[in-house]
């Protein structure tokens, strides 16, 4: 026994140098075998134990432990107190958990990071009600705006403080010397102070631009209010974001996602349709290398990057492997079907109720897909395609198994983005043609209202957010927000999955759809980690996958699973606290 420690001791010693020198040769060496080590080596005694909890692993095989033990970051041993007690030794930090409740960290399948990063260091208007507070809190943001720099926001709706279209005489004498510019909630209006508008060369004089409106006074004078293509006269003014805001809004990201308990995320890049999809690769370049480099990294992320630059990914996959480090794995590629909901742009079989005529938008010819999603899975690389519309998901559908057929069998874990509205009998080809299913349970808040008017009632009960229905298909069903759209919280999106009842709800919403209390967590974990390939190292606490877990506020079980409600009292990444 004991001269198996010390011949093992050796070996791994031993492998250690050769892995070192091999490092300094060949840096994709250090990077395929790196991973390997925490199993194989004998490192018996932990610098972690935390005991005396509920632990939820998201692990079928042992789903509840008291206790657990961290070595090198990574699960070393979990079981019952005693069991696990047995890795203690010198040097163990050992943390009481008191009966609390622990679960796996969160992974969150679909964010755009780096907009929401950026979105926080602007001025938030979302939900204020009266004027003054407008304006206090763009006061605020002066302070902290250097003198010339432009001041940007946005969420502001004149319907919840009385109607009023605001205007730059609201705010012109607080803001003399920046350039000021908030777009409305619905992004169809922006409000500019008078900088800006001199900025920009709006003055009394100024032609309205074809699709847009200045506002005007009776006497002929810009207000500030910019309408639809006008909005372009003043937007077009605002220099791109400097590297080190961008640098600035991953740290702000990654400092909330911690405080909600979210230790990875999905991160589907800044592009949207009609935008350079260079902008994923300068935030690639610019911020995730960097940050990776000098060791700043504090959430782990998964990279998606637009399907036009596959071979660009596929690149870069071949040269480094599916990571760069434990904290920057690459995802796949990501391309759009259809647009929205809201902007009635998803793309259904029958039209909007509230327009006739329109039954959405195909935003990327299928052809092009089809050649993308076939020359991606060829490369080897996943395809993630966003899809809201009952049409366009039944379209994705079809090129994902026209491919499939064609390139041969192999695990490739296509994945739609929100496949929120399934045409009946579509759930079931998710589960039977093995297609993850990438929901997002919080935007049920918004169309929950909004489906019935858009849809009819009918089409959109039988076909919103079928959660259950796609896990009893056998899909894979994986959870995220689509922050900034929505919050980053998945204790919120939990307990929406769980419940489908809207704050303005007294009933759930499609009430067959609720989901059971472990699915849910299973989405936001294991399912999460399945569907981003990731769980080799990621989505359970199970003995060799990195240490991320979260501690919750509650100590009962019972109570969480029955109300889907609790706080999150701290976040360990790799084993060490990360939050608070
Ligand atoms: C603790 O776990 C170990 C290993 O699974 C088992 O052998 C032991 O019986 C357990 N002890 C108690 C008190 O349950
Ligand atoms: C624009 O119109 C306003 C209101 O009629 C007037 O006071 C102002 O002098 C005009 N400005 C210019 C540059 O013509
Ligand atoms: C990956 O690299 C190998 C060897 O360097 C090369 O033969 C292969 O064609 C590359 N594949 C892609 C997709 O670039
Ligand atoms: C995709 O299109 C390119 C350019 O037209 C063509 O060369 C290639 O063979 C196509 N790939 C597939 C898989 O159809």
Not at 20 to 42: E, I, N
Not at 114 to 140: P, T, Y
Not at 415 to 429: C, K, N
Not at 550 to 564: C, H, R
Request: one cysteine or more; aromatic letters at 8%.
């Amino acid at each position: 026994m004991n001269l198996f420690i010390v011949v093992s001791a050796s070996i791994s010693l031993l492998l250690a140098i050769l892995i070192a020198s091999l490092h300094l040769l060949h840096p994709t060496l250090y990077f395929l075998t790196w991973k390997k080590l925490p199993h194989s080596s004998s490192s018996l005694v932990a610098d972690l134990i935390i005991r005396n909890g509920v632990i939820y692993t998201s692990d079928d095989s042992l789903p509840f432990v008291n206790s657990m033990a961290v070595a090198n970051g990574r699960v070393l041993r979990i079981g019952n107190n005693s069991f696990v007690q047995a890795v203690a030794g010198y040097g163990t930090q050992v943390l009481d958990l008191e009966g609390k409740v622990v679960v796996p960290g969160f992974i969150d399948s679909h964010v755009h990071f780096i907009s929401g990063g950026l979105q926080m260091m602007q001025v938030g208007l979302r939900g204020v009600k009266e004027k003054e507070e407008v304006i206090r809190r763009i006061k605020e943001a002066v302070q902290s705006t250097k003198p010339g720099s432009w001041i940007l926001g946005g969420g502001w709706n004149n319907d919840l403080w009385g109607g009023d279209l605001p205007a730059a005489c609201w705010i012109d004498d607080i803001t003399p010397n920046n350039p000021v510019w908030l777009s409305r909630t619905d992004g169809h209006m922006g409000w500019a102070n008078s900088v800006a508008l001199t900025l920009a060369g709006i003055t009394n004089l100024t032609d309205n631009p074809r699709g847009g409106t200045i506002m005007r006074t009776s006497g002929g004078e810009p207000t500030g209010l910019l309408i639809d293509s006008a909005m372009e006269l003043v937007a077009s003014q605002i220099p791109e974001v400097s590297i080190d805001d961008r640098r600035d809004a991953l740290q702000k990201a990654s400092n909330l996602a911690l405080t909600r308990g979210v230790t990875t995320v999905v991160d589907m890049g800044r592009y949207y349709p009609g935008m350079s999809a260079d902008l994923s690769w300068e935030d690639f370049t610019d911020v995730y290398l960097w940050t990776n480099a000098m060791s700043k990294m504090k959430v782990r992320v998964c990279l998606f990057f637009p399907m036009v630059t596959w071979p660009r990914l596929a690149d870069l996959v071949n040269k480094t492997g599916h990571s760069l480090s434990q904290w920057v794995y690459f995802g796949g590629v990501k391309a759009f079907a259809d647009g929205s909901l809201g902007s009635n742009s998803a793309l259904f079989y029958e039209p909007y109720q509230d327009e006739p005529d329109n039954y959405g938008l195909l935003v990327t010819e299928p052809d092009a897909l089809l050649n993308m999603t076939s020359e991606s899975d060829l490369s080897g690389l996943q395809v993630a395609v966003h899809a809201i519309g009952d049409r366009a998901n039944d379209l994705i559908l079809d090129i994902y198994s026209s491919v499939a057929s064609k390139n041969g069998m192999r695990d490739r874990r296509f994945r739609i983005e929100h496949a929120q509205h399934l045409a009946p009998g579509t759930p079931s080809r998710f589960g039977k043609e093995g297609i993850v299913a990438s929901v997002q349970p919080d935007h049920l808040l918004d169309d929950a209202d909004v489906a019935g008017k858009k849809l009819g009632d009918d089409r959109a009960e039988k076909e919103s957010y079928l959660f259950k229905s796609l896990l009893d298909s056998n899909a894979l069903v994986a959870f995220g927000s689509d922050w900034p759209v929505a919050d980053i919280n998945p204790l919120s999106g939990i307990k929406m999955a769980v419940k489908r009842t809207p704050p303005t709800w007294n009933d759930a919403w499609i009430p067959s759809e609720c989901i059971s209390f472990e699915d849910a967590i299973k989405g936001y974990t294991i399912s999460a980690a399945r569907a981003s390939f990731i769980d080799n190292d990621l989505g359970s606490l199970s003995i060799g996958k990195l240490a991320d877990f979260v501690i919750l506020s509650t100590d009962s079980w019972k109570d969480f699973a029955e109300t889907a409600s609790a706080s999150i009292e701290a976040t360990y990444v790799s084993g060490i606290r990360a939050y608070p």
